[in-house]
């Protein structure tokens, strides 16, 4: 039998335009494949360090098996190490159709005052997005009506802080540093929540979350973390996986 063919994992060359290093790296991501399979072949801790994260993406590029979303993320961030001027930040989505939650991560992206995103999906309108977006919202928007397009509706949009372009960095990756539940929002106070954050990101003045309270969720002033841990076995429930 035909032995299937690794895809060359992408080099960024010097000629390339950081649109066209992204397009290769999402292309790559593209030929490893959509896992399909309901194995997941990659484990992936949101606790883990950086540092850790890292040698599992390399290990992604040296078995080359297909992937789900949440390793498209990690690998995303992986091959976009070492580009200063590319900030990298998760958005996650929870998603209701036909009563069930539904899960979904993507790699944004943050270059030249323009957004984009990085990513796998079984959809192709819900992984990579170019980076034509002038700001952060547009992007959320962007991928809240192609969700649409299938009859989901957001319920909400996590967004974490920029990842460091340390690959041997200890801290973990900040994954919900802004939690909005979009459902019960008009779209004009989620553009300007979202501008905010933006504003507040690229300034660089935001520190994770476990280091202070966390942002409100919306917006009834009380501790969130007791809610939060009230509703994991909830959350738990609701697993299934929209990537």
């Known amino acids: 039998c035909v032995q299937p063919s690794v895809p060359p994992v992408p080099n960024y060359k010097l000629s390339m335009s950081i649109p066209e290093w992204l397009q290769a790296i999402q292309t790559y991501m593209k030929m490893l494949q959509y896992n ?21 993406a390399k290990e992604m590029t040296r078995e080359s098996l297909p992937i789900k979303c949440l390793e498209a993320v990690i690998l995303g961030i992986y091959l976009t190490n070492g580009q200063p001027s590319v900030e990298r930040f998760p958005i996650s989505f929870k998603t209701h159709f036909s009563g069930n939650c539904f899960h979904h991560v993507v790699l944004g ?22 980076l034509t977006y002038r700001t952060l919202s547009d992007l959320i928007f962007e ?98 996986d929209k990537s």
């Open 36 to 56: 399909h399979t309901g194995t997941q072949f990659f484990e992936i801790r949101k606790t883990r360090p950086l540092s850790g994260l890292m040698e599992t």
């Open 109 to 130: 992206i943050y270059c030249n005052g323009r957004y984009g995103s990085l990513g796998m999906s079984r959809r192709s309108d819900l992984m990579d997005k170019p």
């Open 143 to 240: 991928f809240e009506d192609s969700y649409k397009k299938y009859l989901h509706s957001v319920k909400k949009v996590k967004i974490g802080l920029y990842v460091p372009h340390e690959p041997h960095s200890f801290q973990p990756i900040e994954w919900k540093q802004l939690v909005l539940n979009v459902s019960k929002m008009m779209r004009t106070e989620v553009r300007k929540e979202l501008e905010k954050f933006a504003r507040d990101m690229r300034m660089k003045i935001l520190k994770p979350s476990s280091a202070h309270s966390p942002m409100k969720e919306r917006p009834r002033g009380k501790s969130l973390s007791p809610r939060r841990r009230q509703a994991s076995p909830q959350r738990r429930a609701c697993r299934r």
